[in-house]
């Protein structure tokens, strides 16, 4: 059985922190694999409302390249209208047979849990594995697996935020992350 993990969001952009939690997820349960699942449409977050999803695809692939273990899934970039993790979990379900998937989310989400869509049913495709978040307690009745993450406070917004005010961003996102929003001219750079 191959043993997965599951990282989704709207990588808008990608950025050290989502590959720290990636990296420190699959050493720590000893997974085979992390796929990254950019979401279509968020329930509980937006997307930069200008970015195509095949910059946000592009990104994602500069950031993870290089690393065996790391995958793009973009079955929820296929699909239209909002990204429910249920729905999601239940088509990789029922196409990877041979595969036990763990879905890793933060503190904030932990905490958002109860109002997950289906989040009972879910529970029965996926074992959550829980990461800190600074503000954020992992604290739950749900069964959920814990990993200890080095404290690298970062986000999408603010490195977007850093964009648009002409800021560094280095050591933020991986390099040729940085160029191709350069290129791209993203995020008002």
């Given at each position: 059985?191959?043993?997965v993990?599951i ?10 922190g989502?590959l720290l939690?990636a990296?420190?997820v699959?050493?720590?349960?000893h ?12 329930p509980?977050k937006?997307?930069?409302?200008s ?11 500069l ?6 273990n790391f ?5 929820e970039?296929n699909?239209p209208?909002?990204?429910y ?19 890793i989310i933060?503190?904030?989400m932990?905490?958002y849990?109860?109002k997950?869509y289906?989040?009972d049913e ?9 990461v800190?978040?600074p503000?954020f307690?992992k604290?739950?009745?749900y069964p959920i ?6 404290e690298f ?14 800021k560094t961003?280095r ?7 940085i ?5 791209k ?5």
């Amino acid at each position: 059985m191959k043993k997965v993990g599951i990282l989704g969001g709207t990588f808008d952009p990608p950025h050290h922190g989502h590959l720290l939690i990636a990296n420190e997820v699959l050493c720590q349960f000893h997974l085979d694999e992390i796929w990254f699942l950019p979401n279509q449409d968020p329930p509980h977050k937006e997307k930069s409302e200008s970015l195509k999803n095949e910059d946000r695809l592009n990104m994602l692939k500069l950031a993870i390249k290089g690393h065996p273990n790391f995958i793009i899934q973009p079955i929820e970039l296929n699909r239209p209208g909002r990204s429910y993790t249920f729905d999601t979990m239940m088509e990789l379900t029922n196409e990877y047979k041979n595969h036990r998937f763990y879905f890793i989310i933060g503190a904030d989400m932990i905490e958002y849990l109860p109002k997950w869509y289906k989040v009972d049913e879910l529970l029965k495709l996926v074992k959550f594995i829980g990461v800190n978040r600074p503000n954020f307690q992992k604290e739950t009745t749900y069964p959920i697996l814990s990993a200890d993450i080095p404290e690298f406070s970062v986000s999408s917004s603010i490195i977007r935020n850093r964009f648009k005010e002409g800021k560094t961003v280095r050591y933020l996102l991986p390099d040729p992350v940085i160029h191709y929003i350069k290129e791209k001219q993203l995020y008002g750079t």
